[in-house]
């Protein structure tokens, strides 16, 4: 087992003199193109990485390093924009390189090897961006050339398996290889601006604290919403779903950041402590119970924003008799003194209308209205915290109407972080690696965190795997499966956008 890493400890921004390498397995993936590298861009334009540190891009297909250069400078001109900036573009090619590895071949891992020996003084990432099938045989490599090293961070990217005895299994081999500490699995979730701001809302001011809990707090509700199909990762996607892809990670690590009690610090493992107690608070859901508090679609043919697109089971790589869910609805409960009788309801689509991401609490109505008339029927309070596209924090009051009669309407008090602070904020990816560069494990899953995740989510699968009826088709374009709908107005709640 490596010793653990003096460097991972204690550091809280990024140090642009601290040098590291980062090998990327799976370097001409979308995810690296799209992500990965205009993350190191941000970086590298910021002066938040060392002009010194390395890249290696690593995947099977057979490139030059000036041809995969010259990917990575497209890439980054598509996904920046008019943020980029030729110059820092330039710096950030010169430190870029490629090699050509098949992670199932051990004698292709020699000339990794040769090329680390130039950065041993160095922070050795090893960001494991492929199909988790790849993670062992990687791991395998890497130990048996001795290239974990003390100062070695793994990054390992979603999903984390399949379920949960294959993520246990995926956990088993890199701790074979790497300590706890040394170990970033990663949910870009929670690098998102709004979502640290959710932290700060929660656990920076006292006017929120007295109101976060039952008897206050009505319901709540999270919603990740796509306007993609499964684009070119149809193989991928119809061995997933969106309950593995979305509600295990995504989904339920808003639901515990909402949650949890305040941690004694802000530090990583006080955070994650309080977040897995969430989790395994979370009421089981069986057999019977997952037909009744959960519902799941198939998109069908539609139209997003006026253009036709095809159904789920038309897109390249689907069989033609898929019952892969891509619309999930789930009811959970938490059963804490805190949340008790409080439900949880989370959803996720491809092909809505919009692409969203938004948690909307749902506060109490007045238990006695002093006013009179047809407007005491308006909505109660609610707080609306959008995590995209707009990053927004909103607070829904009631204010009276100008006139002679007391008539009140909803009206909006909102923080628009675009508008309020003139730094650019960090992008998801962006503030991932400068944490990883920085040791910091705060906004990554700890072990136990993805082992209670899966305990919750996989009698939900299992259940559904025994229901002949699959998920329910929806139009692309709508808002999902009718059983959605349902599954909320039972308990007299509706979504937030119906």
């Known amino acids: 087992m490596p010793k653990p890493d003096p460097m991972s400890r204690g550091k809280k921004s990024a140090d642009p003199a601290q040098l590291f390498d980062c090998i990327i397995f799976g370097g001409t993936g979308d995810l690296a193109m799209r992500k990965i590298f205009p993350a190191f861009y941000r970086l590298m334009a910021d002066g938040k990485m060392a002009p010194n540190s390395r890249i290696l891009g690593i995947a099977r297909t057979e490139l030059s390093g000036e041809a995969f250069r010259a990917m990575v400078k497209s890439a980054c001109e598509s996904h920046l924009g008019s943020e980029l900036q030729a110059e820092a573009l330039d710096r950030l090619l010169q430190v870029v390189d490629y090699q050509r590895l098949d992670a199932n071949r051990g004698e292709d891992y020699p000339s990794l090897a040769q090329w680390l020996t130039s950065g041993v003084d160095r922070i050795r990432i090893f960001f494991l961006s492929t199909a988790p099938a790849l993670f062992d045989a990687i791991c395998r490599e890497l130990s048996s050339h001795d290239l974990v090293t003390p100062a070695t961070r793994i990054m390992l990217e979603k999903p984390l398996g399949e379920d949960r005895v294959s993520a246990e299994r995926i956990n088993d081999t890199v701790a074979k290889i790497a300590a706890e500490h040394q170990i970033y699995r990663i949910d870009h979730y929670l690098g998102k601006e709004t979502v640290q701001n959710l932290l700060a809302l929660r656990f920076g001011n006292t006017l929120f604290e007295p109101l976060w809990r039952r008897g206050i707090i009505r319901h709540v509700q999270i919603t990740v919403a796509e306007q993609l199909g499964v684009e070119q990762r149809g193989e991928f996607y119809d061995r997933t779903g969106a309950l593995r892809d979305m509600v295990q990670n995504h989904l339920l690590q808003l639901l515990c950041i909402l949650a949890m009690e305040p941690p004694a610090s802000s530090s990583a493992d006080a955070v994650r402590d309080e977040k897995l107690k969430v989790l395994r608070a979370l009421r089981p859901i069986g057999e019977a119970e997952a037909l009744l508090n959960t519902a799941r679609g198939q998109y069908r043919a539609g139209s997003i924003d006026g253009k036709a697109v095809p159904g789920y089971r038309e897109e390249p790589g689907v069989p033609a008799n898929s019952n892969t869910e891509t619309f999930v609805a789930v009811k959970a409960e938490i059963d804490t003194w805190r949340w008790a009788g409080v439900p949880f309801y989370l959803r996720t689509g491809k092909r809505m209308p919009t692409a969203e991401a938004e948690i909307v609490v ?99 699968r299992q259940a559904w795997d025994q229901d002949e009826d699959g998920p329910k088709g929806y139009p692309a374009g709508s808002q999902g499966p009718a059983t959605a709908s349902a599954l909320i107005a039972r308990d007299g709640f509706a979504w937030h956008d119906e």
């Open 362 to 460: 749902h506060f109490e109505p007045l238990p006695h209205s002093i006013f009179e008339g047809s407007f005491n029927t308006q909505s109660p309070n609610r707080l609306i915290i959008r995590l995209q596209p707009d990053e927004s924090i909103t607070l829904r009051v009631l204010a009276k109407k100008p006139g002679a009669a007391m008539r009140l309407k909803p009206v909006d008090l909102s923080l628009d972080l675009a508008e309020s602070f003139t730094a650019r904020p960090l992008e998801a990816y962006e503030r991932l690696l400068r944490d990883v560069i920085d040791g910091n494990l705060t906004l990554f899953m700890r072990r136990d965190e993805v082992d209670a995740a899966w305990r919750w989510i996989d009698p939900i």
